[in-house]
């Protein structure tokens, strides 16, 4: 199989043995910028998906390089907890001059974490999920980058690990802003009193889970990060068909991170 192009927003669809046709693409109401899910970037997308003519890998090593930007600190080595953060952990690694490390191997034979049935086993769990290659940073002030913090219950006992395993120090780094708010476009968001970021807690985050330090990446950050190439290649067409600089309205939904929703909820 190749890689065709993205199927549109209200776009139809007939593909035939022949060929792909359009069959009706249904308008959205003038003046309205599509709102794409911002966290399809963040999370959810495989890496090698492409979302508006960009790779999901090429924004989450964006989102990295823009939190070393943000949040860089003193220390020896940055890495991640395996894998889905590695692109924005070799982005922060490579805008900081650091070296990226790996401190964790996943053990292939544990079972998933989130389906035990109490918390005290789901980080039980999570400690046996992992390998510790504690010659790697025995002695070291270490940054781990990682993708999103929802409850703040998977980082704790990691943290703990490593710093049992011999981490000097261990500094937390969020390659995307807190969620704080439901989605109600379809994805199943924990409730707001579950989120870390509406809890107490957060207020002192860090000592909370355990880390030095805890810093995410900002909102504004985190769309520049996606929005950055979308710009770019709307420039380049604008100026291969000799028109003015006119950038079209780029919308994603950031709802969970900002209570905005795209559209008038109705109760």
Same mark, same amino acid.
């Given at each position: 199989s ?7 927003? @209200? !776009?139809?669809?007939?593909i ?6 359009? %069959? ?14 911002i ?10 998906s492409?979302?508006? @003519? ?6 989450r090593r964006?989102? +990295?390089?823009q939190l =070393?930007?943000? =949040?860089?600190v003193e220390? $020896? ?5 395996? !894998?889905?953060a590695?692109p924005? =952990?070799?982005g922060y =690694?490579?805008?900081c ?6 401190? %964790?191997?996943?053990?292939r034979y544990? @079972?998933?974490t989130?389906?035990q049935p109490?918390m005290?086993?789901?980080? %039980?769990g999570?400690?046996?999920k ?8 025995k +002695?070291?002030?270490v940054?781990?980058?990682? $993708?999103?913090?929802?409850? @703040? ?5 990691i943290?703990k ?6 981490a000097?120090?261990v500094?937390?780094?969020v390659?995307?802003p807190?969620?704080?708010?439901p989605?109600y476009?379809g994805?199943?968001?924990p409730t707001?009193?579950?989120l ?7 207020? $002192? ?11 995410? %990446?900002?909102?504004? +950050?985190?769309?520049?990060?996606v929005?950055?190439?979308i710009?770019a ?17 780029? +919308?994603?939904?950031?709802a ?5 929703y ?5 109760w």
């Open positions: 190749r890689y065709y192009r993205e199927v549109l927003p @209200g !776009e139809i669809v007939k035939s043995r022949y060929d792909v046709q359009t %069959l009706d693409v249904v308008p959205r109401p003038e003046g309205d910028p599509s709102a794409f899910c966290f399809e970037y963040v999370y959810f997308a495989r890496p090698d492409i979302f508006e @003519g960009q790779m999901v890998y090429s924004v964006r989102c +990295g390089q =070393a930007i943000e =949040a860089p220390a $020896d080595l940055v890495s991640t907890v395996p !894998e889905s590695t924005a =952990a070799l =690694a490579q805008k001059g650091l070296p990226y490390v790996e401190v %964790l191997c996943k053990n544990v @079972g998933r989130f389906i109490n005290r086993l789901r980080q %039980l999570v400690a046996k992992f390998g510790v290659l504690s010659d790697n940073f +002695g070291k002030r940054v781990i980058i990682d $993708d999103s913090i929802v409850r @703040g219950n998977t980082i704790s006992p943290i690990l490593l710093r049992e395993s011999g000097k120090e500094h937390i780094r390659a995307s807190p969620i704080r708010f989605c476009m994805i199943n968001i707001k009193e579950e870390i970021a509406n809890r107490p807690e957060f207020h $002192d985050l860090a000592n909370y889970i355990g880390a030095d330090s805890v810093v995410y %990446l900002s909102v504004e +950050g985190l769309v520049s990060s929005q950055e190439s710009k290649r709307q420039e380049n067409e604008n100026s291969l068909k000799n028109q003015k600089s006119r950038v079209g309205k780029i +919308g994603h939904c950031t969970c991170l900002t209570g905005e795209p559209v008038e909820l109705e």
